[in-house]
Protein backbone atom coordinates (compact mmCIF):
# COMPACT_ATOMS: atom_id res chain seq x y z
CA UNK A 1 0.00 0.00 0.00
CA UNK A 2 1.05 3.76 0.39
CA UNK A 3 3.54 3.83 3.06
CA UNK A 4 6.00 6.28 1.94
CA UNK A 5 3.90 9.82 0.02
CA UNK A 6 5.62 12.36 -1.31
CA UNK A 7 3.09 15.32 -0.92
CA UNK A 8 3.92 18.34 -3.43
CA UNK A 9 2.96 22.09 -2.05
CA UNK A 10 3.18 25.14 -2.94
CA UNK A 11 0.92 27.01 -0.10
CA UNK A 12 -1.99 27.56 -2.58
CA UNK A 13 -5.29 26.79 -2.48
CA UNK A 14 -5.23 23.82 -4.32
CA UNK A 15 -2.09 22.31 -2.21
CA UNK A 16 -4.29 22.47 0.82
CA UNK A 17 -7.03 20.42 -0.50
CA UNK A 18 -4.28 17.82 -2.05
CA UNK A 19 -3.01 17.60 1.51
CA UNK A 20 -6.73 17.28 2.54
CA UNK A 21 -6.59 13.86 0.54
CA UNK A 22 -2.85 12.73 2.02
CA UNK A 23 -4.02 12.65 5.30
CA UNK A 24 -7.47 10.89 4.47
CA UNK A 25 -4.69 8.42 2.98
CA UNK A 26 -1.82 8.07 5.55
CA UNK A 27 -4.74 7.79 8.29
CA UNK A 28 -5.96 4.30 6.94
CA UNK A 29 -2.66 3.21 6.58
CA UNK A 30 -0.45 1.98 9.54
CA UNK A 31 3.44 3.57 9.56
CA UNK A 32 2.13 5.36 6.66
CA UNK A 33 5.06 8.72 6.39
CA UNK A 34 4.13 11.78 4.05
CA UNK A 35 7.25 14.00 2.52
CA UNK A 36 6.25 17.78 2.30
CA UNK A 37 7.97 18.96 -0.55
CA UNK A 38 8.07 22.67 -1.45
CA UNK A 39 10.34 23.87 -4.51
CA UNK A 40 11.50 27.33 -4.51
CA UNK A 41 11.25 28.32 -8.46
CA UNK A 42 14.49 30.20 -9.95
CA UNK A 43 12.44 32.97 -11.25
CA UNK A 44 10.41 33.56 -8.76
CA UNK A 45 13.30 33.31 -5.99
CA UNK A 46 15.17 36.46 -7.50
CA UNK A 47 11.78 38.40 -6.57
CA UNK A 48 11.75 36.94 -3.49
CA UNK A 49 14.88 37.83 -2.32
CA UNK A 50 15.00 41.56 -3.57
CA UNK A 51 11.72 41.83 -1.62
CA UNK A 52 13.40 40.84 1.37
CA UNK A 53 15.82 41.95 4.68
CA UNK A 54 18.01 38.59 4.70
CA UNK A 55 18.14 35.02 4.31
CA UNK A 56 15.88 34.33 7.99
CA UNK A 57 13.37 36.63 6.72
CA UNK A 58 13.06 35.05 3.21
CA UNK A 59 12.96 31.49 5.38
CA UNK A 60 10.10 32.50 7.40
CA UNK A 61 7.83 34.50 4.51
CA UNK A 62 8.38 30.52 2.97
CA UNK A 63 7.29 28.57 5.98
CA UNK A 64 4.40 30.85 6.62
CA UNK A 65 2.93 29.82 3.46
CA UNK A 66 3.22 26.41 4.43
CA UNK A 67 2.06 26.94 7.81
CA UNK A 68 -1.75 25.82 7.29
CA UNK A 69 -0.59 22.71 5.69
CA UNK A 70 2.23 21.41 8.37
CA UNK A 71 -0.79 22.45 10.84
CA UNK A 72 -3.52 19.73 9.44
CA UNK A 73 -1.14 17.49 9.29
CA UNK A 74 0.26 17.71 12.78
CA UNK A 75 -3.24 18.09 14.30
CA UNK A 76 -4.35 14.49 12.19
CA UNK A 77 -0.91 13.22 14.07
CA UNK A 78 0.35 12.34 10.77
CA UNK A 79 4.64 11.72 10.60
CA UNK A 80 5.94 14.09 7.90
CA UNK A 81 9.29 15.63 6.80
CA UNK A 82 9.53 18.75 4.84
CA UNK A 83 12.20 19.36 2.47
CA UNK A 84 12.60 22.41 0.09
CA UNK A 85 13.78 21.86 -3.39
CA UNK A 86 15.15 24.44 -5.83
CA UNK A 87 14.72 24.91 -9.74
CA UNK A 88 11.14 24.67 -11.81
CA UNK A 89 8.52 22.89 -10.03
CA UNK A 90 7.40 20.39 -12.62
CA UNK A 91 11.07 18.58 -13.17
CA UNK A 92 12.38 19.30 -9.85
CA UNK A 93 9.62 17.07 -8.36
CA UNK A 94 9.33 14.93 -11.16
CA UNK A 95 13.35 14.20 -10.43
CA UNK A 96 12.89 13.60 -6.92
CA UNK A 97 9.85 11.45 -7.30
CA UNK A 98 11.76 9.24 -9.28
CA UNK A 99 14.91 9.35 -7.42
CA UNK A 100 13.10 8.67 -4.24
CA UNK A 101 10.75 5.78 -2.98
CA UNK A 102 7.35 6.80 -3.07
CA UNK A 103 4.74 4.31 -3.52
CA UNK A 104 2.58 7.81 -4.50
CA UNK A 105 2.67 10.91 -5.41
CA UNK A 106 -0.12 14.06 -4.52
CA UNK A 107 -0.39 17.36 -5.74
CA UNK A 108 -2.87 19.78 -6.14
CA UNK A 109 -4.60 20.18 -10.05
CA UNK A 110 -3.66 24.03 -10.60
CA UNK A 111 -1.45 26.87 -9.88
CA UNK A 112 -0.77 28.34 -13.18
CA UNK A 113 -3.25 31.09 -14.48
CA UNK A 114 -5.07 29.65 -17.87
CA UNK A 115 -2.79 31.27 -20.43
CA UNK A 116 0.56 30.02 -18.89
CA UNK A 117 -1.21 26.67 -18.45
CA UNK A 118 -2.19 26.85 -22.07
CA UNK A 119 1.43 27.53 -23.16
CA UNK A 120 3.32 26.17 -20.85
CA UNK A 121 1.84 23.30 -18.92
CA UNK A 122 1.10 23.17 -15.55
CA UNK A 123 3.30 21.46 -13.40
CA UNK A 124 1.19 18.50 -12.40
CA UNK A 125 0.14 17.48 -15.81
CA UNK A 126 4.15 17.29 -16.32
CA UNK A 127 4.53 15.41 -13.00
CA UNK A 128 1.79 12.99 -13.77
CA UNK A 129 3.55 12.37 -16.85
CA UNK A 130 6.88 11.73 -16.06
CA UNK A 131 6.56 9.96 -12.54
CA UNK A 132 7.07 6.41 -12.36
CA UNK A 133 4.65 6.00 -9.66
CA UNK A 134 1.55 6.63 -8.88
CA UNK A 135 0.24 10.10 -8.82
CA UNK A 136 -2.79 11.34 -7.53
CA UNK A 137 -3.91 15.02 -8.36
CA UNK A 138 -6.22 16.80 -6.42
CA UNK A 139 -8.89 19.27 -7.94
Do not use: W
Not at 25 to 49: G, W
Not at 69 to 84: A, G, M
Not at 92 to 118: C, H, P, W
Request: hydrophobic share 40%.
Amino acid sequence: MYRNILLAVDGSEHSLRATEEAVKIASLIENCTIELVYVVDFSKAKDEVLHSYGKEELELSRRKKLLPIEERLETNNVSYTFKVLRGEPGPTIVEYANKGKFDLVIIGSRGLNSLQEMVLGSVSHKVVKRVKCPVLIVK
